[in-house]
């Protein structure tokens, strides 16, 4: 507040600082916190105790204790990082479980034939997904063989979910985060690791990209989709062997 916003003249600083301690003074006067439940849990008897999840998080919301990851659920900002950190898969989200974006992904590929192309768009759900509720509302279309799926971010989508979406019928992939600190923090340093996984597994890394799009920006994101959807209809289906051995290493049915 105050002269950190810009130039100001004494008065206006104190009317600023004057409405931020109000603000504060309101936050606390409630007698406690409320939080999204929408929250990373821990699986206690998977975990075992490794630390690789209290290294990730970038609020240090995850500690050591008696030998098993704990989650401070006030302190995390529920971006899912920790998710794909867990080598024991040990941590999911509540409210919004593996199983229930594996359903998204699932009724989002649904009904695909054979020769039909299907590209799915992992979208981070509160900036980057406003930006697609404005496209609409500008009537701006982009290509149907696009599925969006929304996420908490894009910093929780690892190798295991895309390669499911490979298995389950996807051609192509396109990840959409709207946090700028989850862009540096996690995105740019991991995504070469996660495209070479894919082309050791016969998976063309070109068939997945990967953008940070803001919100001032959001007309972006349907150009973005537009041309990768293009690519995906030029490159044709994922191959058939490509496919029948993504679904044999994540187990979904032939």
Not at 105 to 133: C, H, P, Q, W
Not at 169 to 174: C, E, H, I, L, T
């Given at each position: 507040?105050?002269?950190?916003?810009?130039?100001?003249?004494?008065?206006?600083?104190?009317?600023?600082?004057?409405?931020?301690?109000?603000?504060?003074?309101?936050?606390?006067?409630?007698?406690?916190?409320?939080?999204?439940?929408?929250k990373?849990?821990?699986?206690?008897?998977?975990?075992?105790?490794?630390?690789?999840?209290?290294?990730?998080?970038?609020?240090?919301?995850?500690?050591?204790?008696?030998?098993?990851?704990?989650?401070?659920?006030?302190?995390?900002?529920?971006?899912?990082?920790?998710?794909?950190?867990?080598?024991?898969?040990?941590?999911?989200?509540?409210?919004?479980?593996?199983?229930?974006?594996?359903?998204?992904?699932?009724?989002?590929?649904?009904?695909?034939?054979?020769?039909?192309?299907?590209?799915?768009?992992?979208?981070?759900?509160?900036?980057?997904?406003?930006?697609?509720?404005?496209?609409?509302?500008?009537?701006?279309?982009?290509?149907?063989?696009?599925?969006?799926?929304?996420?908490?971010?894009?910093?929780?989508?690892?190798l295991?979910?895309?390669?499911?979406?490979?298995?389950?019928?996807?051609?192509?992939?396109?990840?959409?985060?709207?946090?700028?600190?989850?862009?540096?923090?996690?995105?740019?340093?991991?995504l070469?690791?996660?495209?070479?996984?894919?082309?050791?597994?016969?998976?063309?890394?070109?068939?997945?990209?990967?953008?940070?799009?803001?919100?001032?920006?959001?007309?972006?994101?349907?150009?973005?989709?537009?041309?990768?959807?293009?690519?995906i209809k030029?490159?044709?289906?994922?191959?058939?062997?490509?496919?029948?051995?993504?679904?044999?290493?994540?187990?979904?049915?032939?």
């Amino acid at each position: 507040c105050g002269c950190a916003l810009g130039p100001k003249d004494i008065r206006d600083t104190v009317s600023d600082a004057l409405a931020a301690a109000s603000r504060v003074d309101g936050f606390l006067r409630k007698g406690y916190v409320s939080a999204s439940p929408e929250k990373p849990v821990v699986n206690a008897e998977l975990c075992d105790g490794c630390g690789d999840c209290a290294a990730t998080c970038p609020v240090n919301a995850i500690s050591i204790e008696e030998g098993k990851a704990r989650i401070n659920p006030i302190t995390c900002m529920g971006c899912g990082a920790c998710l794909p950190s867990c080598p024991r898969e040990a941590i999911d989200f509540r409210n919004y479980t593996w199983g229930q974006l594996e359903a998204f992904m699932k009724g989002a590929l649904a009904n695909k034939a054979a020769s039909e192309v299907r590209v799915i768009m992992f979208v981070e759900r509160n900036i980057a997904y406003t930006g697609l509720d404005f496209l609409g509302l500008d009537r701006i279309q982009y290509s149907e063989v696009v599925r969006a799926v929304p996420v908490p971010s894009t910093a929780m989508v690892g190798l295991k979910h895309l390669l499911k979406a490979f298995a389950l019928g996807a051609d192509g992939a396109v990840l959409i985060e709207g946090q700028h600190w989850v862009d540096e923090k996690f995105n740019k340093g991991r995504l070469d690791s996660l495209m070479a996984a894919l082309e050791e597994r016969g998976v063309d890394s070109i068939r997945v990209y990967y953008s940070l799009v803001e919100l001032p920006a959001y007309r972006k994101i349907a150009d973005i989709v537009n041309t990768h959807a293009s690519l995906i209809k030029d490159l044709g289906p994922l191959p058939d062997e490509v496919r029948r051995a993504l679904k044999a290493e994540v187990e979904v049915e032939p």
